[in-house]
């Protein structure tokens, strides 16, 4: 539609997806503010956010843009009513919300458009509520911004990597996968579904993702891929689906929220829920593991592995811990927790009136990478002493250190030996079979 010689993007889903009137969003805003669990928002370039009706999934669309930052905002949204090849572009001045226009950045529109031949297709954008379905929440939580919509469709996620590669320099640009999860299964198999999804996107591996995944699945795994090659992670912040609300499990919708964070995510945890965590072990002793978790935060559900050391007076009372992560580490903690106070066979059980005494001490694990060595000599080169833990696995027996025991045993030929012994093995045990893993912790 043009006026005033500007070519306006009309708003096709008002009072259908959201409603069609400002203050009540605002109010929407206003409830979900009260339902954020840290009040601490780490400001991410890029998220991952669901684009369905906002009763539906309006949480977890407003929380995933709330930690976005810049200005400049790049929307990769699915073309669900047109056929795209590749992807497409616009050619509009402006795209109106409920609150008022928000302005294309043509300048970066047409730079896409020449550096990577594209074209543009208004006719795809008309009836596409993906893009929309973001626009009332960023104009009213954020100043001066201007967008740069991107319809996806038949297209390889190298094409979304290099964009996101080629604009991440700026920090001023910022990035929105607009995406929901899997479509209209029977509630069981969309919740295995979606959880299988959130895997391959925290872990950075889509190497089997497939489209009935997410209705954008090249723009998700484009996504996952920059993060991968930048060592960055995604963090989870809210994951439901449609039968939540309606009570319809035949047919239901998935939604997940993710944001970029530049970092690990034991980093993350480390430095937004180091309280909550050492709460939840304590909590966790003091009730004998028996703990109903009706929520927690979000990122606490993706799978982790945690080892939970307690000490008395300086000294060790107990530790046990998971090498791999293999639950949800709201559920590793809880259990090593207790299985450290009452199940450690090198000590008694913790006694009521020592719970007040102990130290507590986490250590958040990333995923073991295996180390590959010619010989004793190279193996103990390849290692980081005060960084690495070790695991040593040879004839069924296997033995871990915690880069905590360098403070112990700072001599890397020493500390393996020690690691051997811990095996089972004698100190100067060598064979072709034994295999070796490093990872690394954070320390709580």
């Given at each position: 539609?043009r006026?005033d010689?500007?070519n306006?993007k009309?708003?096709?889903?008002?009072?259908?997806?959201?409603p069609n009137?400002e203050?009540?969003?605002?109010?929407?805003i206003?409830?979900y503010?009260?339902q954020?669990?840290?009040d601490t928002?780490?400001k991410?370039r890029?998220?991952?956010?669901?684009?369905?009706?906002y009763?539906?999934?309006?949480?977890g669309?407003?929380?995933?843009?709330?930690?976005l930052?810049?200005?400049?905002?790049?929307?990769f949204?699915?073309?669900?009513?047109?056929y795209?090849e590749?992807?497409?572009?616009c050619?509009?001045d402006?795209?109106?919300?409920?609150?008022?226009?928000?302005?294309?950045?043509k300048?970066?529109?047409?730079?896409?458009?020449?550096?990577y031949?594209?074209?543009c297709?208004?006719?795809?954008?008309?009836?596409?509520?993906a893009?929309?379905?973001?626009?009332?929440?960023?104009?009213?939580?954020k100043?001066?911004?201007?967008?740069?919509?991107?319809?996806?469709g038949n297209?390889?996620p190298?094409?979304i990597?290099?964009?996101i590669?080629d604009?991440?320099?700026?920090?001023n640009n910022?990035f929105?996968?607009?995406?929901?999860l899997?479509?209209?299964?029977?509630?069981?198999k969309?919740?295995k579904t979606?959880?299988?999804?959130?895997n391959?996107?925290?872990?950075?591996?889509?190497r089997?993702f497939?489209?009935?995944?997410?209705?954008?699945?090249?723009?998700?795994?484009?996504a996952?891929?920059f993060?991968?090659s930048?060592n960055?992670?995604?963090?989870?912040?809210?994951?439901?689906?449609?039968?939540?609300v309606?009570?319809d499990?035949?047919?239901?919708?998935g939604y997940g929220?993710w944001?970029?964070?530049?970092g690990?995510?034991n980093h993350?945890?480390k430095?937004?829920y180091?309280?909550?965590?050492?709460?939840?072990?304590y909590?966790?002793?003091?009730?004998q593991?028996?703990?109903?978790?009706?929520?927690?935060?979000?990122?606490?559900?993706?799978?982790?592995?945690c080892f939970?050391?307690?000490?008395?007076?300086?000294?060790l009372?107990g530790c046990?811990g998971?090498?791999?992560?293999?639950?949800?580490?709201?559920?590793?903690?809880i259990?090593?927790?207790y299985?450290?106070a009452?199940?450690?066979?090198?000590?008694?059980p913790?006694?009521d009136?020592?719970?007040?005494?102990?130290?507590?001490k986490?250590s958040?694990?990333?995923?073991?990478d295996?180390?590959f060595?010619?010989?004793?000599e190279?193996?103990l080169?390849?290692i980081?002493?005060?960084?690495?833990?070790i695991?040593?696995?040879?004839?069924?027996?296997?033995?871990?250190?915690l880069?905590s025991?360098?403070?112990q045993?700072?001599?890397?030929?020493?500390?393996?030996?020690s690691?051997?012994?811990?095996?089972?093995f004698n100190?100067d045990?060598?064979?072709?079979?034994?295999?070796?893993?490093k990872?690394?912790?954070?320390y709580?």
């Amino acid at each position: 539609m043009r006026g005033d010689n500007l070519n306006i993007k009309k708003a096709q889903v008002a009072g259908i997806f959201y409603p069609n009137n400002e203050n009540e969003i605002q109010e929407l805003i206003c409830q979900y503010n009260k339902q954020i669990q840290n009040d601490t928002i780490y400001k991410s370039r890029l998220v991952i956010a669901p684009h369905a009706g906002y009763r539906f999934s309006g949480f977890g669309t407003y929380l995933s843009l709330k930690h976005l930052s810049g200005n400049n905002i790049f929307i990769f949204a699915p073309a669900h009513k047109h056929y795209v090849e590749g992807i497409a572009l616009c050619n509009y001045d402006y795209f109106e919300t409920v609150a008022g226009k928000i302005p294309v950045d043509k300048i970066t529109n047409n730079n896409l458009i020449n550096n990577y031949k594209l074209e543009c297709n208004n006719e795809a954008f008309e009836d596409e509520h993906a893009i929309e379905v973001m626009l009332p929440f960023l104009s009213l939580i954020k100043d001066d911004i201007k967008i740069i919509p991107i319809l996806v469709g038949n297209c390889s996620p190298n094409l979304i990597y290099e964009i996101i590669s080629d604009y991440y320099h700026d920090d001023n640009n910022s990035f929105i996968i607009s995406s929901d999860l899997s479509h209209f299964l029977s509630n069981e198999k969309a919740v295995k579904t979606d959880n299988l999804t959130a895997n391959m996107i925290e872990n950075c591996e889509c190497r089997n993702f497939q489209r009935t995944q997410a209705c954008n699945a090249s723009a998700i795994c484009g996504a996952v891929s920059f993060a991968k090659s930048n060592n960055f992670s995604f963090i989870r912040l809210d994951m439901r689906n449609s039968s939540q609300v309606t009570n319809d499990k035949n047919s239901v919708v998935g939604y997940g929220s993710w944001i970029l964070y530049e970092g690990e995510k034991n980093h993350y945890i480390k430095l937004y829920y180091a309280d909550y965590i050492k709460n939840i072990c304590y909590k966790s002793i003091k009730q004998q593991g028996k703990m109903d978790i009706k929520s927690c935060p979000s990122v606490l559900k993706q799978c982790g592995a945690c080892f939970v050391t307690l000490e008395k007076n300086n000294a060790l009372r107990g530790c046990i811990g998971s090498i791999v992560a293999y639950r949800e580490l709201i559920y590793d903690l809880i259990q090593n927790a207790y299985l450290s106070a009452y199940k450690d066979p090198r000590f008694l059980p913790i006694r009521d009136d020592e719970i007040n005494e102990i130290t507590i001490k986490i250590s958040l694990l990333s995923p073991p990478d295996e180390i590959f060595f010619d010989n004793e000599e190279d193996l103990l080169n390849k290692i980081v002493p005060f960084k690495d833990g070790i695991i040593l696995s040879d004839a069924n027996k296997r033995a871990v250190y915690l880069p905590s025991v360098w403070e112990q045993l700072p001599d890397k030929k020493i500390f393996i030996n020690s690691l051997k012994q811990k095996a089972g093995f004698n100190a100067d045990y060598f064979s072709n079979s034994l295999r070796a893993y490093k990872f690394y912790s954070e320390y709580i």
